[in-house]
């Protein structure tokens, strides 16, 4: 978890401070949405997958009620000193990205400081279009299944390889009448380094962070032409992750309204395709 260690003290450099205001947690999604306050009333927020459908979040989540109101970097610190698991990264992440919100948001601020930042209302988004970074002859390898996006990725691409930690037998497919064979291949993910590393184009879940594989994940794929993390678990300040080698970020960034709220809860966490969220589209300039 060295990136969001190292991500926290480049936001607190910037002088952001803020209190950790609400958590929202869900296990459809599953998801942890975090909000905090900065000094002059704003909020921010940010996601991360919580992974509960393959590790589980605790049964009493009580303890966080004591962590609210308190100095965000503070309550980081406290988590730190707890027994690491999927859930408490997410913690860690969310309120990572809910503290990079203010830089994030509009992408404003990221321009001032040398990056190039573009944004996209859902449903179309620069993750939908892989034309933006994807050459016909290249092999595309993704780490996650983008089940919204992966068809878009086989038309353009030579070949595209996924890697997946859930059974692989939920993504089966029966089809009685296929006439052709797919250039979309599914591999467990102990085939990481097989298949980045053969890779010309790499996408990276967010998910990679909150789980705690980013680190190797991004030196099995250090001849790829382009890295690119993409998702909610994301949305935290980049540089960092551009210093390890991401070359675009690709986070989706939250409104911070009462209104999104409520339909985030409503829903469980279904927040694909709501309208105000949006992508960023960041890279390193020159």
Known sequence: MDILKNTIKEIENQGINATLSNVVITRFGPWTLSYVRY???ELGCGCANNEAERWGIPEDASFMKDLLNLNAYDVIDKLDSLENSAFINSLRTSITSALSYRLMNDGNELKKEGYDAEAYYAPTTALLDPTR?????DKVAIVGFPSWAIHLYAEVANEVRVTELMDLKQLSVIDFDADEDSNVKIFPADKNK?????ADVVYLTGDTVVNGTINELLEYSKNARLRIIYGPS???YPKVLFERGVDVSLPIIFPNTPEFKRRFALSRGYW???R???QMLIK???
Not at 133 to 137: H, P, Q, Y
């Open 39 to 41: 000094d002059d009333g």
């Open 133 to 137: 970074f994807v050459k016909t002859r």
């Open 194 to 198: 097989e298949v980045l590393s053969k």
């Open 234 to 236: 994301s949305a935290f």
């Open 272 to 274: 694909y395709f709501m």
């Open 276 to 278: 105000d969220v949006k």
């Open 284 to 286: 390193r300039r020159g």
